[in-house]
């Protein structure tokens, strides 16, 4: 099983980012706990963050036929982004939505995501935690 974990725009901010919402820990730490659970589960991982739409969507076509699932975070582009739903639809690569936060209990700009419509399952709001139980649904 081999499985592309990508994350958006100030992810790579973990740590500083306003800690009351996204926690104390950083990304360095996030991408630790992701690999350390897939090593144990015996997954082949590949974590990738990017500020950029343009290189999120190519790393989602570049996944075409050499990954089985994606578990996606999009941080800021969940709300905007149909080029990164479009990606996901055009490799068609079994896709799980992670969210740090409670998204449902932020902001109304928050509400909509265009993931979503193509993601077999969203979850939200569980922390690092998230990235692990998306992982467990692909398995
Ligand atoms: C986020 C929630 C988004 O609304 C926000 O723009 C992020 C992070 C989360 O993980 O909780 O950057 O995706």
Do not use: W
């Not at 790393?59 to 699932?69: L, N, S, V």
């Not at 109304?108 to 709001?125: H, M, N, P, W």
Request: proline residues 2%; hydrophobic residues 40%; contains cysteine.
């Amino acid at each position: 099983m081999k499985i592309l974990v990508l994350n958006g725009p100030n992810l790579n901010m973990l740590g500083i980012r306003e800690p009351d919402i996204y926690g104390r820990k950083t990304y360095k730490d996030l991408v630790f706990t992701i690999t350390d659970y897939c090593r144990e589960k015996g997954v082949d991982v590949e974590v990738y963050q990017s500020n950029y739409e343009g290189k999120l969507v190519e790393k989602i076509q570049q996944a075409y036929g050499k990954f089985d699932g994606i578990v996606i975070n999009p941080a800021a582009y969940t709300h905007t982004s149909v080029a990164i739903l479009d990606a996901l639809k055009a490799v068609g690569i079994r896709t799980v939505e992670v969210h740090i936060s409670d998204v449902s209990a932020r902001e109304d700009f928050r509400q909509i995501s265009y993931v979503r419509l193509y993601a077999e399952k969203t979850i939200s709001g569980l922390g690092f935690d998230g990235y692990l139980r998306a992982i467990d649904f692909l398995l």
